[in-house]
């Protein structure tokens, strides 16, 4: 039986699609320490779980999420944040999950919230989605990753423009900048439900090559070119002592579709 959670919603849309969805709505999906750590918690179970082969994380239509619980983090100190005692503790687990995470974002996507879908590998974004790093109004700046990962995705200056001005930015800006994958049709539900199809397909491939692939990727942002390639040359060499690379290479010669065992 899987577990029961207060502040998100998990499901399972469609065959090997885990989906989690954030509900706090009254505080917006304000990211707070359970909230997180019933996110954190989900997230390992279906890594762990072979019958998920993708994950998709969503809001509402109104809001992803509108940045960590600021109540939470009014009175902290200095020694407490040092010591490891807030709810940033654990934020870093998120990028150790090894399957495919897709972000489904509408609404705000705002301080923790924008960080949240950029630790995800893929985001799609609905044309309502409004993105932000308003942590200069707080007297703070981004302290999960917008620093680094805003900056690699949409280039120094634009990354310096919307962390200095805590201006938001649409989805239309966004795709335009390359931060997200595109913005999907208009209409309720529908980022949700194309998300859920990409991860279906994505779920449909052999588990193996495609954490492989997405171990790679997020090489790229982290490894010096060599480094990278080398990373990727033995990968791909080991894929080989795989049956899904058997059967997907023999399947091909065969002119059917292959079945995957993950194997
Ligand atoms: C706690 C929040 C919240 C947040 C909204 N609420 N954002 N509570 N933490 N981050 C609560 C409000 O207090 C309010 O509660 C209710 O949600 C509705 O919010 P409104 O502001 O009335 O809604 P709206 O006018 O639609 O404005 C939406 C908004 C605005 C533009 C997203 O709420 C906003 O700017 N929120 C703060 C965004 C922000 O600064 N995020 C960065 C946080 S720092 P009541 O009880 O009054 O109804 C951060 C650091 C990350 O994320 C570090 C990671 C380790």
Not at 92 to 108: E, H, M, N, Y
Not at 222 to 228: K, P
Request: hydrophobic share 45%; proline share 3%; charged share 20%.
């Amino acid at each position: 039986m899987s577990t029961q959670y207060t502040n998100i919603l998990t499901s399972r849309p469609e065959p090997g699609v885990a989906l989690i969805t954030l509900n706090r709505p009254k505080a917006l999906n304000a990211l707070s320490s359970l909230l997180l750590n019933e996110l954190s918690q989900a997230l390992k179970e279906f890594d762990r779980d072979p019958q998920v082969g993708a994950i998709v994380v969503t809001g509402s239509e109104k809001v992803f999420a509108a940045g960590v619980d600021i109540k939470e983090l009014t009175n902290i100190q200095y020694a407490d944040m040092i010591k490891g005692h807030w709810l940033g503790k654990d934020w870093p687990d998120l990028t150790r999950i090894q399957k495919p995470i897709i972000a489904a974002v509408s609404g705000f996507a705002i301080g923790g919230g924008c960080e949240l879908a950029m630790m995800c590998d893929i985001i799609l974004a609905s044309p309502t989605a409004k993105f932000g790093q308003p942590e200069i109004e707080l007297g703070v700046i981004p302290g999960g990753g917008a620093t680094q990962r805003l900056t690699h995705a949409i280039g120094k200056s634009r990354a310096m423009e919307i962390i200095l001005t805590g201006r938001h930015f649409s989805a239309e800006e966004a795709e335009k900048w390359g931060l997200i994958s595109r913005v999907v049709g208009d209409g309720e539900g529908v980022v949700v439900k194309d998300a859920v199809e990409m991860a279906k397909t994505i779920a449909s491939k052999g588990q193996i090559s495609v954490q492989a692939a997405k171990e790679t990727v997020n090489a790229a942002y982290e490894l010096s070119l060599a480094e990278g390639l080398r990373l990727e040359r033995r990968l791909f060499h080991g894929l080989f002592a795989t049956q899904d690379q058997k059967e997907g290479m023999a399947a091909f010669t065969e002119k059917r579709k292959a079945v995957f065992t993950h194997l």
